[in-house]
């Protein structure tokens, strides 16, 4: 499982943090909830962390153009920061 690690300023500017594989060596977390509970742990309580679902990630992996490739993570991350401030 991929993650996007994410911080947003004060003035709502999004800097990417770290892409994160977050499957054990082992395959004990396939798809990365014991990573995210303790990620969860965290003083964001993982609100800077966007999950890549398995289809984003293919479509990730596709992409050769830099730029359209970081507008897509950039769409990812701005989803999931939507998304998690409508459930605040």
Not at 57 to 80: G, M, T
Request: hydrophobic share 50%; glycine share 6%; proline share 1%.
């Amino acid at each position: 499982m991929l993650f996007i690690e994410y911080d947003v300023g004060e003035d709502g500017a999004v800097e990417l943090v770290a892409l994160v594989n977050a499957v054990e060596e082992d395959d004990a977390d396939p798809d990365g909830a014991a990573w995210m509970a303790w990620r969860r742990t965290h003083e964001d309580a993982g609100a800077g962390c966007a999950s890549v679902s398995a289809a984003e990630l293919v479509l990730l992996e596709q992409i050769e153009d830099a730029d359209e490739l970081w507008a897509e993570v950039e769409r990812i991350v701005l989803a999931d920061r939507v998304a998690k401030e409508a459930s605040w």
